[in-house]
């Protein structure tokens, strides 16, 4: 399950002089051969130096559908024996590793590092807990967003990063109820800002709204888009709550709003099913949705809030395990 991610050290060509005595006459034929080789080989260094892709991608991950499946376990990123549990009950080792960062945490390298030796990308979910979103857009902070994207450019490798998530619904502190959506804008272009005056240039922007519902109050995400230059993906988090609930419905009007902003490649950021809607049902439901949709992937909550979404019973891991296996996705 692992994806073609991790940068190439940037290498220099070899010396090109003959340190023979003698260096036989080459044809023209050869000479050009040789001329296409020479300018093959130092776009690639480009590429290896700057970390762009064939696909122009800033930090060299795929941006093709089905690319990712990731998870959030409690207990990550202070521990990778989650992760590691995770697999074992499964079967299925996730490439997209959750975590959430309250404001002042700083980027858990150790645990980026570990999961890149497994193969995964971990994408930090940053919390804008006890503070303004008016102060960060001033500016307030940027010696701390400072200290954590130098950090995140020594790790070297990618890593995804968003910023708080599901502005447009009303429970969290950054939520419409508490702050402007022209504040919240503000803000995440200041950090974005930031990362690339250090030059952490192997980050992902993650715009993660919350599924639109207007039971729960959370509304279309318009307002709160920071436009195409802040953003290269989209997150969209949404639960199957109840049994007659589908993707289509779940997710379909929240992804036809988000084609209208922007045609950034769609992520599932947050997702799980309730017990009382039919996990096993549902996690099939999930996968074919994502791939008929022609999503990134999913990120699946395997933790308990409010209901258990854990993947813990023997129906459920089979239902999981069958899915990935008939969807490809994160293969």
């Known amino acids: 399950m692992r994806i073609p991610l991790l940068r190439r050290s940037a290498r220099r060509p070899a010396d090109a002089a003959d340190a023979g005595p003698r260096r036989p006459k080459l044809g023209s034929g050869t000479r050009l051969a040789m001329m296409t080789a020479a300018v093959a080989t130092a776009v690639g260094v480009f590429l290896a130096f700057t970390g762009l892709s064939q696909s122009g991608n800033p930090d060299g991950l795929s941006t093709s559908p089905g690319s990712y499946l990731g998870v959030y376990i409690t207990g990550i990123p202070h521990s990778y024996r989650p992760v590691t549990h995770f697999e074992g009950a499964t079967g299925v080792r996730p490439n997209l590793l959750l975590?959430?960062?309250?404001?002042?945490?700083?980027f858990r390298a150790k645990f980026a590092v570990t999961a890149a030796s497994h193969g995964a990308v971990p994408l930090v979910q940053i919390n804008p807990e006890h503070v303004r979103l008016a102060d960060i857009?001033?500016?307030?902070?940027?010696?701390?967003?400072?200290?954590?994207?130098?950090?995140?450019r020594a790790y070297r490798h990618p890593v995804v990063v968003g910023f708080g998530h599901e502005m447009n619904a009303h429970w969290s502190r950054w939520g419409y109820q508490h702050a402007k959506p022209a504040v919240f804008v503000a803000a995440w272009r200041q950090i974005v800002d930031v990362f690339r005056a250090v030059g952490a240039r192997n980050v992902t922007w993650l715009w993660t709204i919350n599924v639109i519902d207007a039971h729960a109050d959370s509304l279309t995400p318009g307002p709160w888009w920071p436009g195409r230059n802040y953003v290269d993906w989209v997150g969209i988090d949404g639960y199957y709550r109840k049994a007659?609930?589908?993707?289509?419905?779940?997710f379909g009007p929240t992804i036809r709003v988000a084609r209208t902003l922007t045609s950034d490649p769609i992520l599932i950021s947050e997702t799980g099913v309730a017990p009382c809607a039919g996990k096993a049902a549902k996690i099939a439901n999930l996968f074919s949705g994502v791939r008929n949709y022609g999503l990134l992937g999913l990120v699946w909550f395997d933790a308990?809030?409010?209901?258990?979404?854990?993947i813990d019973n023997p129906a459920a891991i089979a239902a999981f395990h069958r899915a990935v296996r008939m969807t490809s996705i994160g293969q």
Request: aromatic letters at 26%.
């Open 99 to 106: 975590y959430y960062s309250s404001w002042w945490e700083p």
């Open 137 to 152: 857009a001033a500016g307030k902070y940027n010696s701390y967003l400072t200290t954590f994207a130098t950090a995140v």
């Open 244 to 250: 007659s609930w589908r993707f289509a419905a779940l």
């Open 304 to 310: 308990v809030a409010h209901k258990d979404w854990r």
